[in-house]
C-alpha cells in the first residue's frame, strides 16, 4: 500500500458537528430513547498531537485485512513511538509505505495484511525511517 497525498492538520480546527448522545444499534433495532444532541469536534476526538499529526491519503490492497481500504484517509501520529504490531507509516528506500511495525528478538520487518504480499524484511543495510503511527482510519461509503 502506497502513500498517495500528506496533508497537515489544521490545529486551530473547531468546527462543531451534531452528535446524537443516543448510540446506535448495530443489531436488532432498539426502542428510541429521549434524544438529545451535543456537538462533537472532530479534531478533538481524533487528533491527540496536532503539532505531530498528518493525513496520508493510501492507495492500494496491501493493509485490506486491517480494515484499510485503498483510498481511505489515514491519521497519523509522528509523536508516538512504533511499537511491535502497530500500523505505521515508513519510507522504505525512499518510498511511503503503509504497513504493521514487526520487532521480534531484534529482528525488524513492515507486514501488510494481506497473505498475498510478503513482508518486507529489515536490515542493516535497509534505509528506513518510520514516519508516524497509525492512530485512525477514515473511509467513506459515499462521496
Same mark, same amino acid.
Given at each position: 500500500?502506497?502513500?498517495?497525498?500528506?496533508?497537515?492538520?489544521? %490545529?486551530?480546527? =473547531? %468546527?462543531?458537528?451534531?452528535? @446524537?448522545? +443516543?448510540?446506535?444499534?448495530?443489531?436488532?433495532?432498539?426502542?428510541?430513547?429521549?434524544?438529545? /444532541? %451535543? !456537538?462533537?469536534?472532530?479534531? %478533538?476526538?481524533?487528533?491527540?498531537?496536532?503539532?505531530?499529526? #498528518?493525513?496520508?491519503?493510501? &492507495?492500494?490492497?496491501? +493493509?485490506?485485512? @486491517?480494515? &484499510? !481500504?485503498?483510498?481511505?484517509?489515514?491519521?497519523?501520529?509522528?509523536?508516538?513511538?512504533?511499537?511491535?504490531? @502497530? &500500523?505505521? &507509516?515508513?519510507?522504505?528506500?525512499?518510498?511511503?509505505?503503509?504497513?504493521?511495525?514487526?520487532?521480534?528478538?531484534?529482528?525488524?520487518?513492515?507486514?501488510?495484511?494481506?497473505?498475498?504480499?510478503?513482508?518486507?524484511?529489515?536490515?542493516? /543495510? =535497509?534505509?528506513?525511517?518510520?514516519?508516524?503511527?497509525?492512530?485512525?482510519?477514515?473511509?467513506? #461509503?459515499?462521496?
Amino acid at each position: 500500500m502506497r502513500v498517495t497525498a500528506v496533508f497537515s492538520v489544521d %490545529e486551530f480546527s =473547531s %468546527e462543531l458537528i451534531p452528535l @446524537a448522545t +443516543m448510540p446506535v444499534s448495530a443489531g436488532f433495532p432498539s426502542p428510541a430513547d429521549d434524544y438529545a /444532541e %451535543e !456537538k462533537l469536534n472532530l479534531h %478533538e476526538l481524533l487528533v491527540a498531537h496536532p503539532a505531530a499529526t #498528518f493525513f496520508v491519503r493510501a &492507495i492500494g490492497t496491501s +493493509m485490506i485485512d @486491517a480494515g &484499510i !481500504k485503498s483510498g481511505d484517509m489515514l491519521i497519523v501520529d509522528r509523536a508516538l513511538q512504533a511499537r511491535d504490531g @502497530a &500500523i505505521v &507509516i515508513a519510507v522504505v528506500d525512499g518510498e511511503m509505505t503503509v504497513k504493521r511495525y514487526h520487532d521480534r528478538c531484534g529482528q525488524l520487518r513492515l507486514v501488510a495484511d494481506n497473505p498475498n504480499q510478503p513482508p518486507i524484511q529489515l536490515g542493516p /543495510e =535497509s534505509e528506513v525511517q518510520v514516519w508516524g503511527v497509525v492512530t485512525s482510519v477514515i473511509h467513506q #461509503f459515499q462521496r
